[in-house]
């Protein structure tokens, strides 16, 4: 079975996403996105929608469409911005239940004023809890100079992590560059995992080589104090990192053969349950 890549980006409504990648010649389309997952033996990707669609009926159209064109490869994250208010929340999840492709719920804390357990978010976790659907949530870096961090600490995780034990919640970026704060969280709540994306500059940064070998350090460190590999995902951040690159930074993780194969797919396809296949297929 081919691994898993839960964290990828490919959106009309981010079309300039491309000019912050990892190069010139990324094809930014499901054609050039699955042509990377086949080269780096990767199955099956998950395709984070974001907060700047128009609507939820259009991010639900465009994932729809991209797993018809990928052949199910492809599956929906959808997101909502709590910061538009309770009808702009109650009316995208009226939407969301009608929908039985989605893969997951992410969060954009950082790149909007709030934080994981504002109150606003009531109701989207209700959403996850009922549906068994997990919520992936933005954390650290922005990639924005006006985002603010502090909305997206590990630690801000930790009470809704508590409060909603049968919701399982993703760190995304492993919380860098609180790494050792994302480990504590998902060593401490059975119910936090952590994802693997967008750890690592553009290869053009001076110091990218020194970069990749210190960021796998930082990982096995982190997945040590964890003490499992069971909750660790690998993702890309694609376009943002090659999938080859991204793939290549946890293949050479000094951990057993088992331990990687589970962080390259098999967590992920037990997780997201990604096995159920595709719907109406
Ligand atoms: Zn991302």
Known sequence: MGGVDCHLHLSRWWPDLPVNSYGPTVDYSVRGLLRELDGAGVEVGLVIQLHQAPGADEALAEGRQLTEESRGRLRPVVTVDPTKGPSVVDATLARWEK???IAAVKLFPGYLPFYPHDARLGPVYEFAHRRAVPVMIHQGDTMDRGGL???ARPIEVD????RYP???FVLCHFGNPWMEEAAELVYKNENVYADTSGLLASPTAHYFDRMIERCRRRLLNSIVTVGSPDRILY???WPLESIATAVGLVAGLDLPEADRAAILGGNARRLFRLDRGTPGS
């Open 99 to 101: 929908e039985t492709g």
């Open 149 to 151: 961090v502090k909305y």
């Open 235 to 237: 993702g890309s951040d």
């Open 166 to 168: 049968d919701v399982r």
């Open 159 to 162: 009470e809704v992590a508590v």
